[in-house]
C-alpha cells in the first residue's frame, strides 16, 4: 500500500508534503534537477510507510491513501509509479 498524489497538485507543487514526510519518498523536492521540469511531486509507493503525515499538510488535498483515490483521478497512481521508474531506467542506462 503507498499513498498517491493526484491533480490538484499540478500548479501548486509547494513542496509542503516533502518537508514533513518521514522516509523522504516525496520527489522531485526543490533542490533536486527535475523539479523544475516535473509539473507536480510523486510518491514512491516502495518506500511509503502509509503515515498520512503528508495528506493534512497538502493545502489542495491532492493526497490519498491507494484506496480512496478517486475514480476520476485513477490515473495519477500510474503517474506516480512511472516517474520512479523512469528514474530507475535512467540509472540503468
Ligand atoms: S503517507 Fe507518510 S510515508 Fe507516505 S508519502 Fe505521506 S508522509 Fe511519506
Ligand atoms: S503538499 Fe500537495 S500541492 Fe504541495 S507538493 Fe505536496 S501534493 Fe503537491
Partial sequence: MSHY?????IG????????????????PRKDEPEYDREKMLYIDR???IDCGICVDECPVRAIYRE?????VWARFVKLN????EGQ???KDA
Fill in 5 to 9: 498524489i493526484t491533480e490538484p497538485c
Fill in 12 to 27: 501548486t507543487k509547494d513542496t509542503a508534503c516533502t518537508d514533513v514526510c518521514p522516509v523522504d519518498c516525496i520527489h
Fill in 46 to 48: 516502495r518506500a511509503c
Fill in 67 to 71: 484506496e480512496d483515490v478517486p475514480a
Fill in 81 to 84: 509509479v512511472a516517474f520512479y
Fill in 88 to 90: 530507475e531506467a535512467a
